[in-house]
């Protein structure tokens, strides 16, 4: 399970500021004035993608494309070595007098077979780096982050001015403020 | 593309550059000459000595050989081989026969420049109707990012008529060598004739010349007809207040309109100019494949012509983002036309029926370098380049790959025309490249022309915000 992100775990983590918003505006004006300021941003959650947010919290990007190149090469290979052994080496079939070497017929199963193991690789892959696997346990801020609120969580730093980061937060729209530690959540 | 930064839009004037003029202008006089030089190289007489109808005439009857005995053993094969040497002095009675008897009739040297003008023709309709195609899909599927590139389609479509002109010129000229089954209509056969030919009698209610004639040009005037309705409703939007979205309400009616229509009446116009070129011979998926091929070519040039345009310093609300996203349409359709070669060729491969067979065997046997090639040049290499993110972002490369899809589709159509018309030996040659340098250089003009006639930019669409923020992501 090495893949899987501690990075975007919740737990073992110092002191969270959380700033709850009602508007992607708010979250995006909130995100950058905290970026500008030197504060580096843990995570913003949304129910929905937004756009520009990935850019201005420096997000870098994502590997899922490599992934995916490498999942199908690995559905191509299983797609020649399968047609490969049942078709020529186990039991050599002779259809259609089409000869035993590679013919245009293999081509459908090799194209089907890699799209199909790149988009399952991708999927599986996706939810693992992401801690969405079934199973794995993660701490969630605030239930409406999938609904109509989003989230902006910062981690406290040694040295960090924890009051003027949530002043901030609070003057761009913050609706609601809190700290989260070791699962305990408190409204400020 | 930070948040928070108003993007001002600015309508902007194109005015053509002298270079670009020059550029267009030198294309064609080169073109034209080159054309020329072809056409006083083409001799009194066609291609095919004698000898090469003999070869022919021999090649076929191995192939129709082979397909009648491909799994006998090789002695039994030679013996056959003698046998068939005496007999193939009667060649209209082998199964490939009428077709090769097409091949080897004595055509005028001329045929060559026509059937330029055929494919030539078909090429660039193709993609001006391609260009319409993109502005109705882009109203229909409620597309909000190329609302800032727009106009350059808009102004693709406009060269409609000129290649239809072109191609009705040569269809209608030459269509008793283009064409076999406009050379049998010519003699007026009837059943037990000599030289009846029962295939092509029974489709010549539709392949004949009333139809070439009507429906080519009732189908593209009606398409013309719209694609100006589209883009006089465009440029009445530019004068239009703010906040006016009639215009917009009313160009998705014309375009899901048009998107049907020609939707299901495209393959006609293939099937009537490309596909009975080889009479005989039909193929369901045709339509299709030939509109794909055109299609990513057509998509390949307006790629260019933004480009261009945002070299020259026109098309400020245009990044790299909506170019990226053109060049992941030219990938998604280069994928889309491998796929679809693929099952025609498949298909046909595996059944093996000899009348589906012979359209690949004459391309597969007599044309193996353009075989191969067209498909390296129109799958393998934009695929394997595309497949980068900054093949994608990276403008000359892009440029590069967008040149080389719009030779090798040019390819693609000659590959259908030429071996139908004239069976084996034809190559590419100086008239190949003259027509369509002269064509290329026409249309690169006539687009830069028709972009000067309006602001380049769609400033009161409904979406030209959401485009001029376009953003694909890290």
């Known amino acids: ?188 | 593309m930070g948040h928070g930064h108003h993007i001002e839009i600015k309508q902007e004037n194109f005015v053509v550059p002298a270079k670009a003029k020059r550029f267009a202008i030198l294309m064609m006089v080169i073109g034209l000459v080159l054309t020329g030089i072809g056409l006083a190289t083409l001799g009194g007489s066609n291609a095919h000595s004698h000898d090469a109808v003999a070869h022919e005439t021999e090649a076929h009857a191995a192939e129709s050989h082979q397909e009648n005995h491909g799994g006998e053993t090789a002695a039994a094969h030679e013996s056959h081989e003698e046998a068939h040497a005496e007999a193939h002095g009667n060649v209209e009675n082998e199964k490939f026969g009428p077709r090769a008897a097409f091949h080897a009739e004595e055509k005028p040297a001329m045929t060559r420049f026509w059937a330029n003008l055929l494919v030539a023709g078909f090429y660039f309709l193709m993609i001006s109707l391609c260009a319409l195609f993109w502005v109705a899909v882009q109203y229909v599927a409620n597309a909000g990012w190329s609302t800032a590139i727009k106009r350059v389609p808009e102004a693709m479509l406009t060269f409609i008529p000129v290649p239809f002109v072109v191609l009705m010129l040569a269809v209608l000229v030459a269509k008793t060598d283009l064409y076999h089954w406009a050379h049998y209509e010519h003699l007026h056969l009837g059943p037990g004739d000599a030289g009846y030919d029962k295939v092509l009698d029974g489709k010549s209610g539709f392949l004949n010349s009333t139809m070439l004639l009507a429906f080519p040009t009732i189908l593209v005037a009606i398409w013309y007809m719209l694609g100006r309705k589209l883009r006089s409703l465009s440029a009445q939007e530019d004068q239009a207040t703010k906040g006016d979205v009639s215009f917009f309400k009313k160009s998705i009616r014309y375009s899901a309109g048009f998107a049907v229509l020609f939707g299901f009446t495209i393959s006609i116009i293939v099937w009537l100019f490309i596909m009975s070129v080889d009479a005989h011979w039909y193929s369901t998926i045709f339509g299709v494949y030939n509109f794909i091929s055109t299609w990513v070519t057509a998509i390949s040039i307006i790629a260019l012509f933004v480009v261009y345009l945002k070299k020259e310093g026109y098309l400020a609300i245009v990044s790299d983002e909506h170019i990226h996203d053109l060049g992941k349409f030219m990938f998604a359709f280069t994928i889309f036309w491998a796929y679809v070669w693929l099952s025609q060729y498949l298909l046909i491969w595996y059944a093996h029926i000899p009348e589906e067979m012979y359209y690949y065997q004459i391309r597969f046997e007599d044309y193996k370098a353009n075989f191969l090639g067209n498909l390296i040049l129109n799958f393998c290499v934009p695929f394997l380049f595309l497949l980068m993110r900054s093949a994608k972002r990276f403008r000359p490369l892009l440029v590069t790959i967008a040149v080389t899809m719009c030779l090798a589709h040019y390819h693609d159509i000659w590959f259908n025309v030429f071996p139908g018309v004239f069976g084996p030996g034809m190559q590419i040659g100086v008239m190949e490249v003259g027509v369509y340098m002269t064509f290329a250089g026409l249309f690169i003009y006539w687009v830069l022309t028709a972009l000067t006639k309006r602001g380049l930019i769609a400033v009161n669409h409904p979406y030209i915000e959401e485009s001029a923020h376009h953003d694909v992501g890290v």
């Open chain 1, 1 to 188: 399970m090495a893949i899987l992100d501690k990075n975007l775990s919740l737990r073992n983590r110092n002191k969270m500021l959380v700033g709850v918003y009602e508007d992607e505006d708010n979250v995006m004006h909130a995100t950058q004035s905290l970026v500008d300021a030197g504060i580096r941003v843990h995570d913003v959650y949304t129910p929905y993608p937004v756009h520009g947010l990935d850019r201005i919290m420096g997000i870098r990007r994502s590997r899922l494309a490599r992934v995916a190149f490498f999942c199908g090469l690995t559905g191509l290979s299983l797609a020649v070595t399968m047609i490969w052994y049942m078709y020529v080496h186990d039991w050599p079939m002779n259809i259609g007098n089409k000869p035993e070497r590679f013919t245009p017929s293999w081509i459908p199963v090799m194209f089907e077979a890699t799209v199909l193991c790149t988009a399952f690789g991708m999927g599986f892959f996706f939810f693992w780096r992401n801690r969405m696997l079934h199973g794995v346990k993660n701490e969630v801020l605030d239930l409406r982050q999938t609904d109509d609120r989003m989230i902006i969580a910062v981690e406290t730093q040694e040295g960090m001015d924890e009051k003027s980061t949530l002043e901030l937060m609070k003057k761009h729209g913050a609706v609601e403020l809190r700290e989260f530690h070791n699962g305990v959540q408190t409204i400020l």
